[in-house]
């Protein structure tokens, strides 16, 4: 399995606080079934991004570890003008692995109407927007037609795997799974930030879907659709469940 969405550097945002637990969640990982991780360190207001710290920081958690599994450097976007300037002038400082694809964070707080604009200037500029785990964001989960128009326009969507679980309540599991029942849910990643309250494994996860789902699903949202984001290579996932409605496609999301 690959996860495209782990805080796994050490001290520079809100996940590891020193490098010996870096190693232990990465260890933890592999244990578990994960072969590549990318470090995604937070690109927003309350922490200093530093691209070139944040490699040198990657290459020496790998060398600590070993060869697995493989570290992968991208971060996790949040939409302010500085950085949205910063990304569309050089995409690659803040995409995965330098590739086409970038994951973005939105606020609990509120959702610019502007962002169906910025997303389409991204996508000039050649890069996909992964929406991260909208099923734990109430503004998200409460007007998912506006992750369905995303969707429809070439934006994928990311979910956590302990939302599948249930770990982040019962209204994040439900949205997830609808999500996923809808093909509106393109990738699992752990969103993974320590050991024990948010531990970087997907195995359970990965096991629900093969159960509830089938194994075909289960490897398209946790091997194949990520090896392809991880390696920059375009994605052509199965187009949105249609609900039979005289409404637009998405209209059941409201």
């Known amino acids: 399995m690959i996860d495209i969405h782990c805080h796994v550097l050490p001290g520079v945002d809100d996940g590891p606080e020193d490098e010996a637990t870096s190693i232990a969640m990465c260890r933890l990982a592999a244990e578990n079934g994960t072969t590549d991780v990318v470090a995604t360190p937070h690109a927003n207001a309350n922490y200093e991004y530093s ?3 944040n490699e040198e920081m990657r290459r020496q958690l790998q060398a600590a570890v070993g060869p697995s599994p493989r570290i992968h450097l991208g971060c996790d976007f949040h939409l302010s003008y500085d950085n949205i300037e910063a990304a569309l002038a050089d995409p690659a400082q803040f995409t995965i692995n330098g590739g086409r694809y970038l994951l973005v964070e939105f606020s609990d707080l509120i959702i610019s109407q502007g962002t169906s604009e910025v997303f389409a200037r991204m996508q000039e500029a050649g890069v996909t927007p992964i929406i991260t785990h909208p099923e ?6 409460d007007h998912r ?16 795997a302990d939302s599948l679980l249930g770990r982040f309540g019962r209204h994040a599991q439900s949205a997830a799974i609808a999500l996923v029942d809808a093909n509106l849910a393109h990738i699992v990643a752990s969103d993974g930030h320590d050991l024990k309250e948010r531990p970087p494994v997907l195995a359970g996860s990965f096991e629900f879907v093969v159960d509830r789902w089938g194994e075909d699903l289960a490897q ?17 996932p199965p187009a949105p469940k249609r609900r039979h409605s005289k409404k637009t496609w998405w209209a059941f999301w409201r």
């Open 51 to 53: 691209p070139e710290r």
């Open 136 to 141: 734990r964001n109430p503004l998200l989960r």
């Open 145 to 160: 037609s506006r992750l369905a128009a995303w969707v429809h326009r070439g934006c994928l969507i990311q979910i956590t």
């Open 220 to 236: 398209d949202l946790f091997v194949d659709r990520p090896r392809a984001v991880v390696d920059g290579k375009p994605l052509q």
